[in-house]
């Protein structure tokens, strides 16, 4: 009971400190999909329906989680990382279990929640709150349940095959593509029962992950099709497909991934460099217990175990179905890595038990003591403890101390986050800034562009279901659209509407004009614009025009 009480202590006080590590995260800006899910957040709290009464091109639930957020913490710029937060500590003791299990080692299960949390926590602030980092957790829930399924009997296997089938059916509504995660996890489930195919029971688990994913995943397409969104679903699906043909280009291919395999290094350097040792560790402990049957017989069942471990197929196959999702979606964005995380994180930890193992049978072979043998491998841990609280704190309290005690602003503060060329934090926030001293909250404002967070920082409405320029200029997307945001428009008449210059986004506009280029070749908003609206002043990259009616009622 003490020893239980002890290692769950271990878990807990790992969490908390990965925890107090990332609060500065709280403080984070917000990136512009970050802005278009709390906008339409903001408009199902209002009873409103995603897609018909506010568009954007991602699946259903990132909407709905964020409108959780917003409801318990307030359309605030923290509430969506109160997720990263909450969807941590609820991941936790999922991964603990589950590598624990794999490994047959508690402590494996200890490191690759700190792995885990640290490499999540110090992503960018534009891939933290995202899909692509939030579906970990049910990822983590999924496999444990396919693996505790795999090892139960009767019963117990089915209703771990009914849990595994009810995530898997909430996985795929992040994302189609995460298909690829759950015909990994089927796949490791066939193998591992592959001599009870022809039984009852084999037949009855299988139904049961079928009725688990009919369960969620069709209760909630029954649920959308009643809300009448799958109609506007359809056409995402299929300009997603137009969208991420873009990238099969060859040359343009390899210049993504190029330029994201090192971008993705400078964030997990650390963990895969830990990964790329693994198998000199492996192979250094497997010698020293084959050359010392002295040593062989003294060690530790949890060292044997791990050196004999036969359970990394399901780790191989999650890794290869996050390499297919990001693939397939051929752009290498630094959001599109995250699913494998956790089993890097595995992987990971692994490593760092390993070489401590290894550690220790090298000074009992030196014959140094026991004194040596139990603390060299505490050392090696140790050291990759500090290491890993280092990289969290250079990332986030070494950022936001100055903010913190009032040596910087706010727009200094955000100045310091950057994410591609066209998003400038800093900008937006002073943005918001000036016009919150002439637009009154819950107005409503237009932009031009891909900046929907400007809105939802300011407190106000999207003029127009279309908070972005890409659906009203791809040419994979209904022209008739172009129309019915000119006729919303009109009907709107915002106090300002703001219009973005040096926004190259060839990938989601199919265009490589920006958005004051485009907005000349779309001569409905253009007209509406002109006939209308002045030019107020400039402010970085946005160009800020007022309606003309205010100009005339401001004079004397």
Known sequence: MLMTLNRNRRLVLIVLLVVLLALPVLSYPMWRDHGMYGNIALKIL??????????????????????AAIALVGPTTAAPRALDFVGFVLAAPALYTL?????????????AVFAYGVFYFTETYASLSQSDSLVTIPMIYAALCVHLAGDARGRRAMLWALGAGAVCGLILWFKHYYVFFVAALVIEHLWRRRRLWRTRAFAAEVGAFIGGGLLIGGGLL??????GMLQEMVIISQSTAAYNAQGYDWNEFIASMRNYVFFRWSHWGAMLSLIAVLPLGRWLSHRMTKHDQKYEQAQSIESIEIINVSHWRLIFLWLLSGLAFMLIQAKGFDTHWLPMLPALAILAAVSVITWADVLGKWVNHA??????RVTA??????????????IVLNSTWGRAIPYIVGWESDVQYFSRFREGGDVKPAQ??????????????????????????????????????????????????????????????????????????NDYMPWVTGSH?????????????????????????????????????LLTSSQP
Do not use: C
């Open 367 to 372: 014959e140094k003591g026991l004194w040596s």
């Open 222 to 227: 029954a649920y959308f099709w009643s809300k």
């Open 377 to 390: 491998p505490r050392l090696w841990q140790m050291s990759i403890g500090l290491l890993f609280i280092g």
């Open 513 to 549: 004009e920006d958005s004051h280029e485009l907005l000349v070749r779309y001569t409905e908003l253009s007209n509406w614009v002109s006939a209308n609206y002045q030019r107020d002043v400039v402010l970085g990259e946005f160009l800020v025009w007022k309606r003309r009616s």
């Open 99 to 111: 590598a624990s299990r794999l490994m047959r080692d508690r402590r494996v299960g200890v490191w």
């Open 428 to 501: 937006s926030l002073q943005l918001v800034q000036y016009l919150q001293q002439r637009v009154v909250p819950g107005d409503t404002l237009y932009i031009w562009g891909f900046r929907p967070e400007v809105v939802y920082m300011g407190g106000w409405r999207p003029a127009t279901r279309y908070q972005a320029q890409f659906p009203l200029v791809a040419p994979w997307y209904p022209v008739s659209w172009k129309q019915n945001n000119v006729d919303i428009l009109w009907a709107a008449m915002p106090p300002y509407i703001v219009v973005l210059q």
């Open 46 to 67: 209002e009873g409103k329906t995603p897609y018909i009464d506010m568009w954007d091109q991602k699946p259903p639930v990132i909407y709905y989680l964020y409108a």
